[in-house]
């Protein structure tokens, strides 16, 4: 006999609200049961939520999430309970009783609208960085400071516009240098430590020197069974530097990087904002020559 949707009865609890989750919460919602989807968890997603990209195949893990949270969110046969855990568990197959604590909440999630107003209001205030008092001036170069205060001269604001500026330093210098991150803190009367962070966060950002040309080569999945590490040992030898060094006259900077993007003309590399695709062993030379 052939069980019709209509003739399903009773609910599904499904505990976490990862990717697998999320999924296997949508697959019982569309097969015409009710879903409880438990998170421990302020919010949906998971630890991929965290993440860059995904193995093996490099993609963004967000697109790979966003539509799975956004289907969770809509569907009208999935309740979401976060910020909630199981405490007990009782009865059989087909018929269990779930005892379910949810943690106290200042705010109304049906109300809620993400507009951050709550953060400003909370009674209970967390200072996340603590400057030291009594900071001494910072010791720089004269050419470089003249450089940094003109970038500085050119934003107004506070912290929410860390982010250009130091997007001109690096243009700047090809590198953030301590001096700058401390004389930025210092003429926007901004903690260190949230710059710091701020940079280290980007790869965009550098807090290492780097050469005036910056070789990246693909080390992604199509590009390394095509012979990136032999391309990679090439110019690391033609170069005289390991991978992440600078040659002797700031010329080369050597990396890696998992995906350029252009796997159908791997192996790949980049030197600045161009790309060579289908590069091997013996275009090294010309390649280097081009930028020389």
């Not at 003109?150 to 516009?161: A, K, Q, T």
């Not at 243009?171 to 962070?197: D, M, Q, T």
């Not at 040659?247 to 900077?253: I, K, L, V």
């Not at 790309?275 to 010309?286: E, R």
Request: charged share 25%; aromatic share 6%; hydrophobic share 35%.
């Amino acid at each position: 006999m052939i069980q019709k949707a209509s003739d399903k009865v009773g609910a599904v609890l499904v505990v976490g609200g990862g990717v697998g989750g999320m999924q296997a919460s949508l697959d019982l919602a569309e097969s015409g049961y009710k879903v409880y989807l438990v998170e421990k968890a302020p919010s949906i997603g998971g630890v991929m939520a965290q993440l860059d990209k995904t193995f093996p195949t490099n993609d963004c893990a967000m697109c790979t999430l966003a539509p799975r949270m956004v289907d969770c969110g809509r569907h009208p046969d999935i309740e979401k309970l976060i910020y909630s855990e199981i405490e007990s568990i009782e009865g059989e197959v087909g018929n269990f009783k779930v005892s379910i604590r949810k943690k106290a909440r200042s705010v109304d999630p049906d109300k809620c609208t993400g507009c951050g107003e709550c953060v400003a209001h909370c009674l209970v205030r967390n200072i996340v960085y603590m400057d030291r008092p009594g900071r001494e001036p910072v010791q720089m170069e004269e050419s470089m400071r003249v450089k940094v205060d003109d970038i500085l001269d050119s934003y107004r604001g506070g912290p929410e516009i860390i982010v250009p500026i130091l997007h001109d330093v690096n243009e700047e210098f090809n590198w953030l240098p301590p001096e700058a991150l401390l004389r930025i803190a210092e003429v926007k009367e901004i903690p260190i430590e949230h710059i710091l962070r701020i940079a280290s966060f980007y790869n965009a950002f550098s807090l290492t020197p780097k050469g005036k040309h910056v070789i990246r080569v693909c080390t992604g999945t199509a590009c390394y069974v095509k012979g990136a590490q032999r391309i990679l040992d090439t110019f690391a030898r033609e170069l005289s530097v390991d991978v992440g060094g600078v040659t002797e006259d700031g010329q080369f900077s050597l990396e890696t990087v998992n995906c350029v993007g252009c796997c159908g003309q791997s192996p790949v590399i980049t030197v600045d904002e161009d790309i060579y695709g289908y590069v091997n062993q013996t275009m090294a030379q010309d390649l280097l020559g081009k930028y020389t």
